[in-house]
């Protein structure tokens, strides 16, 4: 399965940025998820998506400013950030749970393939 993630940037806090993952083809019927790691931190569970669309989770540090969306007519994943803080500095990753569980997981190892990141930078 092939995930391409884009859309990182440097912003100044307040500001807004999306994030873009486009997922193969056959990825429609994935569970979604987006991870994100600063440096010298373990990967971060950011939010995460029901293959319908219908049922997202977002965790505590996000939740609010974050909104995870998918379009399965265009194979792509995205994650609207508002409100960015300097802390919100990482690389961001998509990854695919191919798993049949309907639970959305917020564990990196639950998840089988990921996208290569994309660099977010919060300026202060």
Same mark, same amino acid.
């Given at each position: $399965?092939?995930?391409?993630?884009?859309? *990182?940037?440097?912003?100044?806090?307040g %500001? !807004?940025?999306?994030?873009?993952?486009? #997922?193969?083809?056959?990825?429609?019927?994935?569970?979604?998820?987006?991870?994100?790691?600063?440096?010298?931190?373990?990967?971060?569970? $950011?939010?995460?998506?029901?293959?319908? *669309?219908?049922?997202?989770?977002?965790? %505590? !540090?996000?939740?609010?400013r974050?909104? #995870?969306?998918?379009?399965?007519?265009?194979?792509?994943?995205?994650?609207?950030?508002?409100?960015?803080?300097?802390?919100?500095?990482? $690389?961001?990753?998509?990854?695919?749970?191919?798993?049949?569980?309907?639970?959305?997981?917020?564990?990196?190892?639950?998840?089988?393939?990921?996208?290569?990141?994309?660099?977010?930078?919060?300026?202060?």
């Amino acid at each position: $399965v092939q995930l391409q993630a884009s859309g *990182g940037g440097l912003v100044q806090a307040g %500001d !807004s940025l999306r994030l873009s993952c486009d #997922v193969e083809r056959t990825g429609t019927f994935y569970k979604m998820g987006w991870f994100r790691q600063a440096p010298g931190k373990d990967r971060e569970f $950011v939010a995460a998506i029901q293959h319908t *669309g219908n049922i997202a989770f977002h965790a %505590d !540090s996000v939740k609010g400013r974050f909104t #995870v969306s998918r379009d399965n007519a265009k194979n792509t994943v995205h994650l609207q950030m508002d409100s960015l803080k300097p802390e919100d500095t990482a $690389v961001y990753y998509c990854a695919a749970d191919l798993s049949s569980s309907g639970q959305l997981r917020q564990t990196a190892t639950a998840y089988t393939y990921w996208g290569q990141g994309t660099l977010v930078t919060v300026s202060s």
